[in-house]
């Protein structure tokens, strides 16, 4: 049944994409959040991510390359890590950086001070 849907064995598909595709997601949220670059451009770096993701759930495990269904769920996967990642490193720095104007406000926002 999920491998119909994914377009591979769950086990590989959830060990790929969620610990090994996840964690370079992750890493690429922060690195754009540290750059501050802006956030759409999280989007077309999770898709590559998913492109490699599907690759080699094809190469190593015999998965369906040209799964449109596993593509887009491992792109929404990878896509949300990356904006987790990238939101809060940003409110990070953003209290960091400029601690007389913003306070935190929870893990992924800021406020003004008073």
Same mark, same amino acid.
């Given at each position: ?8 064995a769950l086990?590989?598909f959830l060990?790929?994409?969620v610990?090994l ?7 690429t949220?922060?690195?754009l ?9 999280t !989007?077309? &770096?999770?898709l590559?991510l ?5 690759? $080699?759930?094809?190469? #190593?495990?015999?998965?369906e390359?040209l799964s449109?269904?596993? &593509?887009a769920?491992a ?6 890590l990356c904006? !987790?990642?990238?939101r809060?490193? $940003?409110?990070?720095r953003? !209290?960091?950086? &400029?601690?007389? #104007?913003?306070a935190?406000?929870?893990?992924f ?6």
């Open positions: 049944m999920t491998e119909s849907v994914v377009g591979a086990t590989p060990v790929l994409t610990v595709f996840g964690s370079a997601a992750l890493a949220g922060r690195a959040a540290r750059q501050w670059r802006p956030m759409w451009q !989007v077309p &770096y999770a590559l998913a492109l490699g993701d599907r690759f $080699l759930l094809y190469a #190593l495990f015999h998965g390359l449109a269904r596993g &593509y769920i792109a929404a996967i990878l896509l949300g904006l !987790v990642a990238y809060a490193t $940003l409110a990070r953003m !209290v960091r950086q &400029y601690p007389w #104007l913003y935190p406000a929870g893990p926002g800021w406020r003004r001070r008073a």
